[in-house]
């Protein structure tokens, strides 16, 4: 089971999307962690991803700062994606899109990492 296992959640819950955050973080810390461990090491920068504000500023920050993350992850891993940031999770339908976007992302990334469990 990964690391990442809530990785989908209703529109609007705070409690799951505080835990989709953490878990998320997890798997990004994973993600760093396998990197260096390559030979050569690969050195991901490796931010604070569970801090979250309902705003929209701070939204926008963290969503410019975490698709940073997975450009530098797609580059490692040739896995492709989508712009993660171009989203505004406050409206719902772009919500879920946005959820199985990154979703689906995470999950090829695990593939690409070896990550089987
Ligand atoms: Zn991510």
Redesign the pocket.
Known sequence: MPI?FHDQLLFGDEVAWAQYLQE?FY??DQFVNIAAAQMPPIILPAYD?TSWRNTTDFARNWLLT?ES??QQ?RQVSGVAGVN?ADVDLGKESEFYIWIDA?RT??AR?RSAFGITT
Do not use: I, N, R
Request: charged share 15%.
């Open positions: 990442f998320h798997e990004h991803l975490h993350v997975h992850l993660l990154h992302e995470h990334l």
